[in-house]
DNA sequence: CGAGCATGGTGAC
DNA sequence: TCACCCTGCTCGA
């Protein structure tokens, strides 16, 4: 589940449940007891979210940092019994929000999160964000451009889905090196991500073949993805490309699922 | 019912 | 580059 998209969603939607609210505040796993014991009662001001960080902002100066992680995920809907581990939970009389597997979850101060912030690259969700600085950045980067649009500090908020997603939009081979590229493909590049992530973010849900250039514009049928969203390539392992027909392709890079169709995006 | 895997990141080597 | 963390789902026995 979590991409940036995820986290600038819950960010919305705890404020509206919680902002201004001193909701009940508790750890039933145990392992944020101490913390949770502290903030509750205390008023919670706002939620936001910077690439895949989610920040929630308390009275006092204090603010709770949580990352999901790969399997983290935060459920928000009405107050009922806790199932399975729940690291956090924030709970008004009507509304509960479940914080179950994050990988980080901390209570922090607002100096402490702005350096976590200054640590990113720019996030296309933000609307103040600046390109620029990650157009200067990528210049001098000879990794693989599949590589370096992962790399939270380059461009904050990508994950796998939407790596493999805007690469074959804009028809680049994944391991073109970064510098590469002329800085119009890597502004198209931003562009096409603003795009996806504003639209994932408001349906709840990445979905990368309707919104930009319709399938019926690109001569096939949409196929909607196992995991709830239209993709074109991502987790497609084999089955014909949308476009051309070729067969999608999967391999390993540093690690992570890298998924393109061979024939749209170029060799290799 | 257990193994393997997943949209992520860290820390040790 | 690898082991590892955290939860929950799917797949094959």
Request: proline share 8%; glycine share 10%; hydrophobic share 40%.
């Amino acid at each position: 589940m979590p991409e940036g998209h995820v986290l600038h969603r819950l960010a919305d939607e705890l404020t509206c449940a919680f902002g201004g609210r001193r909701p009940r505040i508790s750890s039933p796993q145990g392992r944020f007891a101490a913390e949770a014991l502290l903030l509750d009662g205390t008023t919670l001001r706002q939620a936001s979210a910077v690439g895949k960080h989610l920040f929630i902002d308390f009275e006092d100066e204090r603010v709770v940092h949580i990352h999901l992680g790969l399997i983290g995920r935060m459920a928000i809907g009405p107050v009922g019994p806790v199932v399975g581990q729940v690291r956090l939970r924030l709970a008004t009389d009507t509304i509960a929000a479940d914080l179950r597997g994050p990988q980080g979850c901390r209570l922090t101060d607002p100096d402490h999160a702005a350096a976590m912030v200054a640590r990113l690259g720019p996030d296309p969700l933000d609307p103040a964000a600046d390109p620029d600085i990650l157009l200067d950045h990528v210049r001098r980067l000879r990794r693989p451009v599949a590589t370096v649009l992962l790399d939270q500090g380059v461009l904050a908020g990508v994950g796998n889905v939407y790596r493999a997603e805007v690469l074959f939009r804009l028809g680049l081979d994944p391991l073109t090196p970064a510098a590469a590229l002329p800085a119009d493909t890597w502004r198209a590049l931003w562009d096409d991500l603003v795009l996806l992530m504003a639209e994932g973010k408001r349906l709840g849900r990445i979905d990368t073949v309707r919104p930009a250039h319709t399938p019926e514009a690109m001569g096939r049928p949409p196929r909607v993805d196992d995991h709830g969203g239209e993709v074109y390539v991502y987790r497609r392992t084999d089955q014909p490309c949308l476009v051309c027909g070729t067969p999608i392709r999967r391999r390993d890079l540093a690690g992570r699922n890298l998924y393109w169709c061979p024939t749209c995006q170029g060799g290799r």
